[in-house]
Nanobody, 120 residues
Framework: QVQLVESGGGLVQPGGSLRLSCAAS?????????MNWYQQAPGKQRDLVATITNGGNTYYAGSVKGRFTISRDNAKNTVYLQMNSLKPDDTAVYYC?????????????WGQGTQVTVSS
C-alpha cells in the first residue's frame, strides 16, 4: 500500500524559511502524475498551495507566488516545498497529495500533514 510521508515542518520566525519534503513509499509505484501541497489553517478549508506535474510544470496560489518553490525528484518519488519569507498567515497544517499509478489502480493519496507555525 502506497504511503506519503511528510517531514520538515516546525516553528519559524516571520521572514524565515522552511523546506517540506514528502516521499511516496511502500507498494510498487509505476508512475506519479501531479504532486501537490495543500495548506489548512485552523477553522478554514484545505486550499491548494502549489502543484508540479510529472514533466515539471508548476502552479502556485497567488498568496505564495514568489515566496514558495515546489520541486520534485522523480527518481526518489519525492516532492519538496521550499518556503521563504514566511508570514504568520502561512501558519497551517501542510498536506502532501499525489496522483499515483500503483499495482491494480491509479488513485489519489494524502500525507498525514505537517504543522508549520510562523510566529515571533
Amino acid at each position: 500500500q502506497v504511503q506519503l510521508v511528510e517531514s520538515g515542518g516546525g516553528l519559524v520566525q516571520p521572514g524565515g524559511s522552511l523546506r517540506l519534503s514528502c516521499a511516496a513509499s511502500a507498494g510498487i509505484i509505476f508512475k506519479i502524475y501531479d504532486m501537490n501541497w495543500y495548506q489548512q489553517a485552523p477553522g478554514k478549508q484545505r486550499d491548494l498551495v502549489a502543484t508540479i506535474t510529472n514533466g515539471g510544470n508548476t502552479y502556485y496560489a497567488g498568496s505564495v507566488k514568489g515566496r514558495f518553490t515546489i520541486s520534485r525528484d522523480n527518481a526518489k518519488n519525492t516532492v519538496y516545498l521550499q518556503m521563504n519569507s514566511l508570514k504568520p498567515d502561512d501558519t497551517a497544517v501542510y498536506y502532501c497529495n499525489a496522483d499515483i499509478w500503483s499495482v491494480g489502480s491509479r488513485r489519489n493519496y494524502w500525507g498525514q500533514g505537517t504543522q508549520v507555525t510562523v510566529s515571533s
